[in-house]
């Protein structure tokens, strides 16, 4: 019989990441493109960015309940269908619409390759699954920086954007082909009953965690996704940014995942709050290569916000179970697709006012994107309040977390 070789389906999983992440740093390079090819304005550009925000959250909440029933396999096959719909009607775009309905598929596959993953890699990994999935999810920012460097070499020489999506059909024929070839684990180191899983999320902790995953996705996703936009016009350079800030992310999580677990993750969050507002703000007043530091600053701050997140649902309220896993990430990524196009809009509504007041062209641009950034301050300002109540009883969260372990041990 075959047996699972796991080091080929964590890489697996992990090649799935680094598509997942290029079609967030390839759209942020391209959008201001996409914006004068099809006449769209910056509140249209937020709704087809939402879209893939939307499409994210829906996979996550589809696959969380089915992956009990469906497995790992099944999900990732899903997803590579959605990547391959998606990347190709992208390239054959021709207007508003049709650019929805692919960033949609596009979304709805990168759900399901969290949906999928986050659990299969907690169950195969029980002993170290804070560590291990922070080392996944070295390949989201890993992503961004092949990303947002392809689309910044292929932009400067001329290349058109539909070649920059078309590059990300590499990667999904790769994990493509292993998914169909590969044999997947069966699921025995987490809570696999649905049902359970289902009466498990009345946690008033779960149920915290779920508010508070709605302002981390937000604070690290927005700034993100508008950073050509909002930092196009101050004299760096937003893909060397993205870079950057992606570049610090994926060493961090891929150093700190045996600190992260080695330290309480609720001190781990806490300071990450502290430094993403500090970050943020920094941000919106830094100029010339001051940006760079900043930049440098939210990396840090962000960079343990999801993993940590997902390993404290899969640790901390197990019983959830997958379904926990992907209702969090789901969460995180719908607060997104919200605040989207309510940022988009902002962001004109801002620039209309600088016009007003006087200036023009790139000054106008500059004195928006600080104000939108000014704006953004406030969501990381209300994560330092929750983790600080988190931290202040953190003492007693571990003790009943030790407790739940023990009975899921003699139950087992």
């Not at 209300?382 to 739940?404: A, D, P, S, V, Y």
Request: hydrophobic content about 50%; proline content about 3%; charged content about 10%.
């Amino acid at each position: 019989m075959e047996q699972v070789n796991k080091n080929k389906v964590f890489f697996l999983a992990c090649i799935a990441l680094i598509v997942t992440s290029m079609t967030f740093a390839i759209r942020a390079g391209i959008l201001t493109q996409l914006g004068v090819d099809f006449e769209i304005s910056n509140k249209e550009l937020g709704w087809i960015n939402s879209m893939a925000f939307l499409g994210f959250p829906l996979a996550m909440l589809i696959g969380g309940l089915l992956y009990n029933t469906l497995g790992a396999k099944k999900l990732m096959t899903i997803a590579f269908i959605c990547h391959l719909l998606g990347l190709v009607l992208t390239i054959y775009a021709d207007g508003f619409w049709t650019l929805i309905i692919s960033t949609f598929f596009i979304g709805f596959a990168n759900g399901s390759v969290e949906a999928a993953c986050n659990p299969m890699i907690a169950d195969m990994y029980t002993n170290n699954r804070t560590a291990m999935l922070n080392k996944f999810h070295v390949w989201f920012p890993g992503g961004l920086v092949i990303g947002s460097l392809v689309s910044k070499f292929m932009t400067d020489g001329g290349l058109s954007w539909q070649l920059q999506i078309a590059t990300m059909l590499i990667p999904t024929l790769i994990y493509g082909f292993l998914v169909f070839t590969q044999k997947f684990p069966k699921s025995e180191n987490i809570e696999s009953n649905t049902s359970s899983n289902i009466k498990a999320l009345a946690n008033p902790l779960f149920l915290f965690m779920m508010v508070c995953m709605t302002l981390t996705a937000t604070s690290e996703f927005i700034p993100q996704q508008w950073v050509e936009t909002i930092l196009g016009s101050s004299g760096a350079s937003p893909m060397l940014v993205l870079a950057l800030v992606t570049g610090i992310m994926a060493l961090g999580r891929f150093f700190a995942g045996p600190i992260v677990h080695k330290l309480n993750p609720i001190g781990v969050l806490f300071m990450s709050a502290i430094i993403t507002a500090s970050a943020i703000y920094f941000m919106s007043i830094a100029e010339g290569s001051m940006i760079y530091v900043a930049a440098a600053l939210f990396a840090l701050g962000v960079c343990y916000f999801w993993p940590t997140m997902i390993g404290f649902i899969s640790e901390y309220t197990s019983k959830t179970g997958a379904l926990g896993m992907s209702l969090v990430g789901g969460a995180g990524m719908f607060a997104t697709s919200i605040w989207n196009p309510i940022i988009g809009s902002r962001l004109d509504t801002e620039k209309a006012t600088a016009v007003a007041s006087g200036l023009t062209g790139s000054d106008a641009d500059i004195e928006a994107g600080r104000a939108v950034l000014g704006f953004m301050v406030y969501f990381p300002v209300t994560l330092i309040i929750l983790f600080g109540i988190l931290f202040i009883i953190r003492k007693k969260i571990e003790k009943n977390r030790i407790h739940h372990h023990a009975d899921a041990l003699k139950s087992a």
